[in-house]
């Protein structure tokens, strides 16, 4: 890319539209009122104590301030702010004035702007995102050059409240945007009492790693949920991590590279400029000056080898993995599961593409795609997996159109084998049968509960029957709905709404029925559900694939500081999980972190192993 793009550059939202839909609060001004010249107004005044400006939809006229930073890409325009700050701490200095074109201003210019205030609303309305004060269509006159940038807020662990947000208003719709802020008690409202002011962070450490738009986060709370390898571990709704903090730069990528760091690296020295907000990421601050990048070596983790009388199954998202995919990919991913997972007997693949990936002309076979996988496997020196899955009906299950991701199982024959009973299809079910104590599948692989609308345009859950050493161990993999539609925990609505976990629920229950009719049958039964679940250790979802008793989730036998597989925003979550029936008595289970805090990623998430003696 040549230039650090904040994605927030969307087409603005007219504010008009907004105050008519009833999402910003306020009420639109007059046609009459929305030309007619006011008084000249301070910074302060547009910023008003609230998220949304009491003047907004009004023209304004000699608003004041210097210039402290310009950005010439994406969302055009610059950042002024008034040196002569009024004495509420609710209020913003500083604002963004958006041009279109390239601004002509420069930092330290002292200048005058005619203009329109709006709320611009990153995602648009129906994002639930927070909108950003802004002038628009603005007149821009240059008074002097070569002025001081006004000295920078400095954001620091001691600054930040540990609140996160305020409770919405039940009359507003649960939402935050009229309330009063109160910076000295929620971060949230700290941070929005510095939109668009110059900020500053001292030396802090990398919580997210750098992703492909040249972005990463920090913490300015070092203590804050940290783990041993540098991370900021998200362990409930309500541990949002209120000192991360999203880092980009105001230079171009053309000309200014931007650091390539690891969760656990830092910034070292000052990084300062204005702070901006934008939908995939919140509150950011737009470095003119960036921290020193120092690299402290995260090392990928190798999990431990299983026992000759173990038997070691993991779960992996591989990440559309399709033949049109180069060929490295494939032999890092190979690498992966030789060298780090340690070759486990069994592993359950999520996104696995068909034959020509996301080309959509109707191929639904994956031959190709495991073909290519599996030998890479063998080349790094792993094992001759086989594999078993089932094909899905074309475009049925969700995902990037043409792709059809489906789950597939890899097994070592060598160690373990599959027990085949035919009759498995896209549509048709499979079930459990047998005697007390003796439970298996009416076909395998199979999928569960295929004609449930809880898996519409969704993944069906892949069962599959293994024998190792004498024993029955049913293996079912998963990949549950998206958290797509979902606000992020920057909402003006708090709590935000996450509208994905119904589905998941719905999934999540299907799964439970399931094992359950297994356990009645056999209450010893060695049953695995893993895969990527799409939700967290203490969500809803794992709530119901637990119930009844009927799986543990394995995740949560890990210190705090160990759960997790994902790496979102600055908080390391689990989304990846491995859930066993009460008929598995002992285990021991790692979350191996090889993707999720590296810039440089296979996958974006991390596997997950674990190993027992069926």
Sequence with gaps: MSSSIPRSAAVAT???????????????????????AAAPVRIHDIQGTTRVSPLV??????????????????????????????????????????????PTVAVGDAVSVNGTVTEYVPGGLNSGNQSLTQLSKPVVTVVSKG????????????????????????AAGGSINGLTLAPETYALDYYESLEGTNVRIGSSRVVGATDPYSELWVTVKPFENDNTRGGTV???????????????????????PFPKADVGDYLVGTTEGPLDFNQFGGYTLVARTLGRHVGLGLEREVTDRQHKNELAVATYNVENLDPTDPQEKFDALAKAVVENLAS?????????????????????????????????????????????????????????????????????????????????????????????????????????????????????????????RGRTVLVVANHFGSKGGDESIVSHHQPPNRSSEAKRLLQAQAVNAFVKDVIALDKQADVLVLGDINDFEFSGTTQALTDGGALFPAVTSLPLGERYSYVYQGNSQVLDQILTSPGVHHFE?????????????????????LRFRP
């Design 147 to 170: 002025n001081a940038v006004p000295a920078p807020v400095t954001v620091w662990a001691g600054s930040v409240p540990d609140a996160y947000a305020p409770a919405g208003d039940p």
């Design 57 to 102: 939809g009004k023209q304004v006229t000699g608003v004041t301030g210097i210039v402290t930073g310009v950005r010439t890409y994406g969302s055009r325009g610059f950042w002024i702010q008034d040196p002569q700050a009024d004495d509420n701490a609710a209020t913003s200095e500083g604002i963004f004035v958006f041009t279109s074109s390239v």
């Design 14 to 36: 007219v504010v008009t539209a907004a105050l008519a839909a009833g999402l910003l609060g306020g009420s639109a001004a007059s046609a009459d009122e929305a030309t007619a």
């Design 344 to 468: 486990p007997d069994i592993v359950a693949l999520e996104e696995i593409q068909d034959d020509n990936g996301a080309k959509n002309d109707g191929t639904v076979t994956a031959g190709e795609t495991l073909k290519k996988f599996t030998t890479a496997i063998t080349a790094a020196g792993g094992p001759a997996y086989e594999w078993r899955s089932v094909d899905p009906e074309n475009n049925k299950d969700g995902g990037e159109p043409g792709g059809n991701i489906r789950q597939v199982f890899l097994f070592n024959p060598e160690r373990v084998s599959f027990v085949d009973r035919p009759g498995g299809d896209a549509t048709t079910a499979t079930t459990v049968t047998g005697t007390k104590g003796n439970a298996h599948l009416t076909v395998s692989p199979g999928r569960i509960d295929p004609a449930n609308t809880a898996w519409e345009n969704s993944r069906k859950p892949l069962a599959g029957e293994f024998v190792f």
């Design 589 to 609: 289970y790692d979350s191996v972190h090889i993707n999720a805090e590296f810039a440089d990623q296979n996958s974006d998430h991390d596997p997950q192993v």
């Design 234 to 256: 998200y362990g409930s709704y309500d541990a949002q991590n209120t000192g991360r903090l999203q880092i980009q730069q105001l230079a171009p990528i053309a000309q200014q």
